[in-house]
């Protein structure tokens, strides 16, 4: 036998299974326990940029929304800085960056209040388009999903993207856009998941 | 600011297939394609930081965070401690370990649960913590009960707590269930069995540990939880291409 390397094997991963709000939002599975729930607000009231609202859902093969699905949320303010110590310049206070919303239980959609992020650099540091890092867990989901939020007005940083770009089959990078509309004169984005099908979002493995 | 260590890639013999048809709801739930790999950025590889102003010290006691004053809930008292590692063994500190299980009759504080086991008046389910400078946790709790569920015509779960990881950047964003040794039910259950290697099902039963119990009062599990460990630099990285 060679030498043992003494790496440690990452955990397995379990479903989130259909009651992750008791875990993770207990007001949502119907009871109030903690003094404070996580995730709720993104931004902080003290962030620069554009307040956005994001909404969407989750939509399985057969297409249905997912009614019990949990996602979250990671992103950089709107200078491109994460709320991290190492995740570039500081951010404004409060600003959390990270945030976590539920699917409906009767309607299946979802719905965030943040700001538009900045743009940040990859490992080579060449510019990324603006965009969220979203995660996905459900009953029925094995292994949460990562996916990328990207934005409609910003078609030009889209196009050089070097993360869409990876993406050999051009048509499926629209699955990663959020598509801009205004409603009462304030900016709404649409994000649509499909887990599976014709026009199934891409998922990353990070 | 030097940026942080890209990960070590997956090991994904390990986890569970997205398609795993002995559990039915991951069917229509599973992505037909390949993931598409990403080279670690930054926004991978940061992730949110917790500190213990977004927490409460009893959060991790669910012998009493829900429970009317002088009263428990009722079932198994038990401590589930254990600590949060990487892949290279070391601690991952100051993360937030959060929890969730049924009750000690296996039902579900959650409005959404009508298996006819009783509610427990005095039982949440839910706790939370954050891991200390050595990657330590501890939850006191009830041993939660086996339920049926539908699958097939006749599945139960075995006794299980569901655990959710953070660790310090979002690629390494976890969840997963912590069973308990011995438990006969693990075996068959069509969720613990979507994970293919018996290694990594045995990792996540938690042992009976009993010197960390408390005499007539309380028995203990351990669990020790491994994220995905981080690259160090041994020489510069020079790129393809570049």
Known sequence: MPQSLHYLKETASQTAGPYVHIGLAPKAAGFDIYKRELGWDIAGPNAKGERIRIEGSVIDGMGAPIKDALLELWQANSEGNYAHPQGGDPVEEGFRGWGRVITDFTTGDWGVETVKPGTTLDSRGRPQAPHITLWLVARGINVGLNTRLYFSDEAEANAADPVLNMIEWEHRRATLIAQRSQRDGKPVYRFDIRLQGEAETVFFDI | ?????????????????????????????????????????????????????????????????????????????????????????????NTLVEIWQANA??????????????????????????????????????????????????????????????????????????????????????????????????????????????????????????????????????????
């Open chain 2, 1 to 93: 600011m030097t940026s942080p260590e890209q990960f070590y890639q997956r090991d994904w013999s390990i986890h569970p297939p997205a398609y795993s048809p002995g559990y039915k709801t991951s069917v229509a739930r599973s992505p037909s394609y390949s993931k598409i790999s990403l080279d670690n950025s930054v926004g991978e590889l940061t992730g949110p930081v917790f500190g213990h102003s977004d927490i409460d010290a009893g959060d991790n006691d669910l012998l009493t965070n829900f429970a009317q004053p002088g009263q428990s809930p009722i079932g198994e008292r038990i401590i589930l401690h254990g600590r949060v590692l990487d892949e290279n063994a070391r601690p991952v500190p």
């Open chain 2, 105 to 242: 009759g296996g039902r579900y504080r959650h409005k959404k649960d009508t298996y006819l086991a009783p509610i427990d008046p005095n039982f949440g389910g839910c706790g939370r913590t954050i891991t200390d400078e050595t990657g330590a946790f501890a939850f006191r709790t009830v041993k939660p009960g086996a339920y049926p569920w539908r699958n097939f015509v006749n599945n139960w779960r075995p006794a299980h707590i569901h655990v959710s990881v953070f660790g310090s950047g979002f690629a390494q964003r976890l969840i997963t269930q912590c069973y308990f040794q011995g438990d006969p039910l693990i075996p068959i259950c069509p969720i613990v069995q979507t994970i293919p290697d018996p290694d990594a099902i045995e990792q996540l039963t938690a042992t009976l540990d009993l010197n960390a119990t408390i005499p007539l009062d309380t028995v203990a599990y351990k669990f020790d939880i491994v994220l995905r460990g981080r690259r160090s630099t041994l020489f510069e990285n020079r790129l393809e291409g570049n």
